[in-house]
């Protein structure tokens, strides 16, 4: 059964390195992964979205949304970096 889970994670918070590498756990898995920030939404289909959208939103806050069978284990990682 497909779960879906949230986390909201400061800009600053979010290298490079640690989206790529959510990325690729979403896509090895079959995971969907979205990220909003401000009034934007981007369904991330490959990694120049993904890039572009961090360009254009480094000073504020995402929220990350995972859906998939293991989406709370794929954010699990990310819990230290949580804004409250």
């Known amino acids: 059964m497909s779960q ?5 994670i400061a800009a600053k918070a979010l290298n490079l390195h640690k989206l790529i590498s959510l990325y690729e756990k979403c896509q090895h898995a079959h995971h969907r992964l979205y990220v909003y920030s401000k009034k934007t939404m981007c369904n991330i289909k490959n990694i120049v979205e993904l890039e572009t959208f961090r360009l254009t939103h480094l ?3 995402y929220l990350i949304v995972v859906q998939g069978k293991e989406a709370q284990n794929l954010l699990q990682p990310f819990e230290k970096e949580k804004v409250s």
């Open 59 to 61: 000073e504020s806050d």
């Open 4 to 8: 879906i889970y949230s986390i909201r």
